[in-house]
């Protein structure tokens, strides 16, 4: 333990860490810390801390604060603020990319789903999280038209809250506008921003356009002769 060697000038080892993040306990801190060893996490006095594994060492857990992640003295922090069973969801929701991009590397799934049937995008694109929302359409096959629960698309919630850069982005990256809730809504329906209809009706116009046509040539040549 750190408290055990910290008289000896020898820095200890890190503890052995979970492969994996499952739940996160979201803590704030009571005290401010300066890391002593470069495995360690400064933080201010109330800084927020998403804490990753209190398994390992009972006294020292490892957590991240902002953009940076490192073990923390267990009697620094309160009682947790709350507990997160989808990290991934709750950082594409919160707009915290850097812990995204760390559950994503650590395996967690990008396309996985929340009690409601929400996929990380899904709240990315709810929150008008333009980074988090480029971050998780990089990944292979990004379920943009995953639905939940209630039918709605990352579409449907980006168009209804307003979002118009994710909504372009939506749609660059193979959103189907056409997709309707269990409402019968589709995305178009539910914005209430005449750039998004105007977007998505013009997204529609040039898949009209670019789609080949069903006849060809011959059809209209006359063989009345």
Same mark, same amino acid.
């Given at each position: 333990?750190?408290?055990?060697?910290?008289?000896?000038?020898?820095?200890?080892?890190?503890?052995?860490?979970?492969?994996?993040?499952?739940?996160?306990?979201?803590?704030?801190?009571?005290?401010?810390?300066?890391?002593q060893y470069p495995d360690e996490l400064s933080f201010q006095e109330?800084?927020?801390?998403?804490?990753?594994?209190?398994?390992?060492?009972?006294?020292?857990w490892k957590a991240r604060c902002g953009n940076q992640t490192g073990?923390? *003295?267990?009697?620094? !922090?309160?009682? $947790?603020?709350?507990?997160?069973? &989808? =990290? /991934? %969801?709750? @950082? +594409?929701?919160? #707009?915290?990319?850097?812990?995204?991009?760390?559950?994503?590397?650590?395996?967690?799934?990008?396309?996985?789903?929340?009690?409601?049937?929400?996929?990380?995008?899904?709240?990315?694109?709810?929150?008008?999280?333009?980074?988090?929302?480029?971050?998780?359409?990089?990944? *292979?096959?990004?379920? !943009?038209?995953? $639905?939940?629960?209630?039918?709605? &698309? =990352? /579409? %449907?919630? @980006? +168009?209804?809250? #307003?979002?118009?850069?994710?909504?372009?982005?939506?749609?660059?990256?193979?959103?189907?506008?056409?997709?309707?809730?269990?409402?019968?809504?589709?995305?178009?329906?539910?914005?209430?921003?005449?750039?998004?209809?105007?977007?998505?009706?013009?997204?529609?116009?040039?898949?009209?356009?670019?789609?080949?046509?069903?006849?060809?040539?011959?059809?209209?040549?006359?063989?009345?002769?």
């Open positions: 333990m750190k408290s055990a060697t910290a008289g000896s000038g020898v820095p200890p080892g890190p503890p052995k860490l979970a492969p994996k993040p499952g739940s996160v306990k979201v803590m704030r801190a009571l005290y401010k810390y300066v890391a109330g800084d927020i801390l998403y804490v990753i594994d209190q398994v390992s060492d009972p006294n020292w073990l923390i *003295p267990s009697n620094y !922090v309160g009682d $947790q603020v709350e507990e997160v069973q &989808t =990290p /991934l %969801h709750e @950082a +594409a929701r919160r #707009g915290n990319l850097n812990f995204m991009q760390e559950c994503l590397s650590q395996g967690v799934s990008g396309t996985g789903l929340d009690h409601a049937g929400n996929t990380p995008l899904y709240w990315a694109c709810h929150a008008g999280h333009v980074d988090c929302v480029k971050e998780l359409l990089m990944l *292979p096959n990004p379920a !943009v038209n995953a $639905q939940n629960k209630i039918g709605d &698309t =990352p /579409l %449907h919630s @980006a +168009a209804s809250k #307003g979002h118009l850069a994710v909504v372009e982005l939506l749609l660059e990256n193979g959103a189907d506008s056409s997709i309707r809730n269990k409402d019968g809504d589709t995305a178009e329906n539910l914005s209430m921003n005449s750039a998004i209809t105007n977007c998505i009706q013009q997204k529609r116009a040039n898949f009209m356009q670019q789609r080949p046509s069903s006849y060809s040539l011959e059809d209209y040549e006359d063989d009345s002769d």
